[in-house]
Nanobody, 120 residues
Framework: VQLQASGGGLVPAGGSLRLSCVAT????????MGWYRQAPGKQREEVAFIYPGGATDYADSVKGRFTISRDNARNTVYLQMNILGPEDTAVYYCNADLQYSRGDPFFRSWGRGTLVTVSS
């Protein structure tokens, strides 16, 4: 089982990007899915999370600009990022709480990250 993130790239300030992250492999259930980011020289920080029923949570710094969504049938989480600024430059990591078989505990799995660079 692995998480594969994609969609990063170079974008001018004010632009938009959409990140995707798909969980592949033998998965019974997925609970929370989300995104973190780590800017150069800074600690990793939470960006946004989404639960199976659709409830979401966002960092204050991205509220109103980023939208997280998920496709449960495709085991995929998305992050639509609008009005990007240089402060959003970071490696973005997805994670998901995965259950491999019925009754098993959930394990938090991480993707490798995708780089988002916003030019000023």
């Amino acid at each position: 089982v692995q998480l594969q993130a994609s969609g990063g790239g170079l974008v001018p300030a004010g632009g938009s990007l959409r990140l995707s992250c798909v969980a592949t492999g033998s998965i019974f259930s997925i609970n929370r899915m989300g995104w973190y980011r780590q800017a150069p020289g800074k600690q990793r920080e939470e960006v946004a999370f989404i639960y199976p029923g659709g409830a979401t949570d966002y960092a204050d710094s991205v509220k109103g600009r980023f939208t997280i969504s998920r496709d449960n049938a495709r085991n995929t989480v998305y992050l639509q990022m609008n009005i990007l600024g240089p402060e959003d430059t970071a490696v973005y990591y997805c994670n998901a709480d995965l259950q491999y078989s019925r009754g098993d505990p959930f394990f938090r799995s991480w993707g490798r990250g995708t780089l988002v660079t916003v030019s000023s």
